[in-house]
């Protein structure tokens, strides 16, 4: 236990699992994945330094269970067909031989699917000018299942758990947002309702896996006017919990809000999840997850100390530099490469494009070696 953080360095349970510290890698979305999906090497070599990288437990991005219809790119993992089974199994291998817990997200991009003309949503609905439609009981019941396959998949690649993904607005946070389901069914209405899918969801994926921990990607508030907030989240939350889900890892926002320029100021700021993640940690016994621009050893450390969260997911912070947590524990952090908000955002531009990016805040000589490796 490091001595100078020694709430960031202490261990936690998830369920049977040992973390050896509070840090895990937050999925981070980077199109490094080969067109199609696959597993490529600039991937395996990417969550490898994630792991080297001291985190007790690495996340890897969302993988489809549906592709093309469900997937956020035609550079999003697939988990959705028994051919990804091999790919997925040398990134879970690669992740443990460095000494990390490898997860998986699995996710249905829902409205934000990239490909499709027949794009599904809770209820007809145009997203950035482009409509996507209701899905009807049949799509809910084959949507539930494909999760649940999924996560079986994850399973037999050999990872030690799986994360089910409802945040960032993907299609089960749109069941619980009052204000992209307008269903009149038992899928819509009340809260009791919105929530009926993404349970299900949770449900049947515990159901198929058995042991395995299945932890829950959570949207606390959606960050528009209308949409999903605190109040609906925090009682989500519980029926979560209640349902043996192992984690929460709590987010705020979506692809709309996050356009929006208070919210872009407000994303800036230090920690500026973790308000949300200490809500949640309320209303719930099991562990949380905050983030959210969580920089420096000192706020990551405080955040645990003041019971706000249980754990610290790591994104950029990581991948701009991957010796960031051996650095915060060796008392060495003034030497650390930081994601830099002046650079613009640049890799986020760059994925919009389906471009993968390289941080703007590494040396020249790793910005090159990274452009080789993914040409």
């Given at each position: 236990?490091?001595?100078?953080y020694p709430n960031?360095?202490?261990?936690?349970?998830?369920?049977?699992?040992?973390?050896?510290?509070?840090?895990?890698?937050?999925?981070?979305?980077?199109?490094?994945?080969?067109?199609?999906?696959?597993?490529?090497?600039?991937?395996?070599?990417?969550?490898?330094?994630?792991?080297?990288?001291?985190?007790?437990?690495?996340?890897?991005?969302?993988?489809?269970?549906?592709?093309?219809?469900?997937?956020?790119?035609?550079?999003?993992?697939?988990?959705?067909?028994?051919?990804?089974?091999?790919?997925?199994?040398?990134?879970?291998?690669?992740?443990?031989?460095?000494?990390?817990?490898?997860?998986?997200?699995?996710?249905?991009?829902?409205?934000?699917?990239?490909?499709?003309?027949?794009?599904?949503?809770?209820?007809?609905?145009?997203?950035?000018?482009?409509?996507?439609?209701?899905?009807?009981?049949?799509?809910?019941?084959?949507?539930?299942?494909?999760?649940?396959?999924?996560?079986?998949?994850?399973?037999?690649?050999?990872?030690?758990?799986?994360?089910?993904?409802?945040?960032?607005?993907?299609?089960?946070?749109?069941?619980?947002?009052?204000?992209?389901?307008?269903?009149?069914?038992?899928?819509?209405?009340?809260?009791?309702?919105?929530?009926?899918?993404?349970?299900?969801?949770?449900?049947?994926?515990?159901?198929?896996?058995?042991?395995?921990?299945?932890?829950?990607?959570?949207?606390?508030?959606?960050?528009?006017?209308?949409?999903?907030?605190?109040?609906?989240?925090?009682?989500?939350?519980?029926?979560?919990?209640?349902?043996?889900?192992?984690?929460?890892?709590?987010?705020?926002?979506?692809?709309?809000?996050?356009?929006?320029?208070?919210?872009?100021?407000?994303?800036?700021?230090?920690?500026?999840?973790?308000?949300?993640?200490?809500?949640?940690?309320?209303?719930?016994?099991v562990p949380v997850?905050?983030?959210?621009?969580?920089?420096?050893?000192?706020?990551?450390?405080?955040?645990?100390?003041?019971?706000?969260?249980?754990?610290?997911?790591?994104?950029?912070?990581?991948?701009?530099?991957?010796?960031?947590?051996?650095?915060?524990?060796?008392?060495?952090?003034?030497?650390?490469?930081?994601?830099?908000?002046?650079?613009?955002?640049?890799?986020?531009?760059?994925?919009?494009?389906?471009?993968?990016?390289?941080?703007?805040?590494?040396?020249?000589?790793?910005?090159?070696?990274?452009?080789?490796?993914?040409?």
């Amino acid at each position: 236990m490091s001595s100078i953080y020694p709430n960031l360095f202490s261990e936690i349970r998830i369920q049977h699992l040992n973390l050896k510290n509070r840090l895990i890698m937050a999925p981070l979305y980077l199109a490094y994945a080969s067109e199609g999906g696959l597993v490529s090497d600039a991937l395996l070599e990417h969550y490898r330094l994630m792991a080297k990288s001291g985190v007790a437990m690495v996340v890897v991005e969302n993988a489809s269970v549906d592709h093309p219809l469900g997937s956020g790119s035609n550079r999003t993992l697939r988990a959705d067909t028994d051919e990804a089974i091999n790919g997925l199994a040398r990134l879970a291998k690669t992740i443990k031989a460095e000494g990390a817990i490898a997860c998986l997200q699995i996710n249905h991009a829902g409205r934000f699917a990239y490909a499709s003309d027949d794009s599904i949503a809770p209820s007809d609905i145009t997203t950035f000018g482009r409509p996507s439609r209701g899905m009807t009981d049949e799509e809910i019941k084959q949507v539930i299942d494909q999760f649940a396959a999924a996560a079986a998949r994850v399973r037999k690649a050999g990872f030690d758990m799986v994360e089910v993904h409802g945040g960032t607005g993907y299609l089960l946070a749109q069941f619980l947002s009052p204000r992209t389901n307008q269903r009149e069914d038992a899928y819509g209405g009340n809260l009791e309702k919105r929530q009926r899918f993404p349970l299900e969801v949770v449900e049947k994926v515990r159901e198929k896996v058995g042991s395995m921990p299945v932890g829950y990607r959570f949207l606390a508030d959606e960050l528009l006017p209308d949409g999903l907030q605190l109040e609906d989240s925090c009682q989500f939350a519980r029926e979560l919990a209640a349902r043996g889900v192992a984690y929460i890892s709590v987010m705020g926002g979506t692809y709309e809000s996050w356009a929006l320029p208070e919210i872009i100021q407000q994303c800036k700021q230090p920690g500026h999840m973790l308000d949300l993640a200490a809500a949640i940690r309320a209303e719930v016994e099991v562990p949380v997850v905050g983030a959210g621009r969580i920089a420096t050893g000192a706020l990551a450390d405080e955040a645990i100390a003041s019971g706000k969260t249980d754990l610290i997911g790591l994104a950029r912070v990581l991948w701009a530099d991957p010796e960031w947590p051996q650095k915060v524990r060796d008392g060495r952090e003034d030497a650390s490469t930081h994601c830099n908000p002046a650079c613009g955002d640049s890799c986020t531009r760059m994925i919009t494009k389906v471009l993968p990016p390289v941080c703007a805040s590494w040396p020249s000589a790793k910005k090159k070696e990274w452009r080789n490796k993914l040409a």
